[in-house]
């Protein structure tokens, strides 16, 4: 499996563990590693509003406590306990109030055909 295509189907854990096959290659690429955790970092953002301590240090390929605290404060996600606390989801969640135009004097006919 490609590397790309665990990054797309969000397989963090997998991916950290098959990028080590590559560290000759991308050992030379600047920054690749931080991008890769801004990537995650997004979809954590938009996915969880609440992850455990442990499991997002695992998604961003076993960092330390200090790097994780680093991303935290980047992000401004908040530590309770062996909780983070990155957003209430409910607020970016957009209700879409629907109103029916169709009236049923317009759909007589066609439900009459019908029979």
Avoid: P
């Avoid at 455990?52 to 961003?60: A, F, G, N, T, V």
């Avoid at 406590?65 to 409910?90: F, P, R, S």
């Amino acid at each position: 499996m490609l590397l790309s295509d665990l990054l797309e189907t969000c397989k963090f854990k997998e991916f950290w563990i098959e990028v080590q096959d590559y560290m000759d290659t991308i050992s030379g690429i600047t920054g690749f590693e931080d991008s890769i955790r801004k990537f995650i970092c997004h979809v954590v953002g938009i996915t969880y509003q609440t992850i455990e301590r442990s499991l997002l240090q695992e998604l961003l390929g076993g960092i330390s406590d200090a790097q994780l605290k680093q991303w935290m404060t980047k992000y401004g996600w908040k530590e309770g306990g062996d909780q983070v606390y990155i957003a209430n989801q409910e607020d970016n969640i957009k209700t879409k109030n629907i109103t029916e135009k169709i009236e049923f004097e317009h759909v007589a006919g066609i439900m009459a055909m019908s029979k």
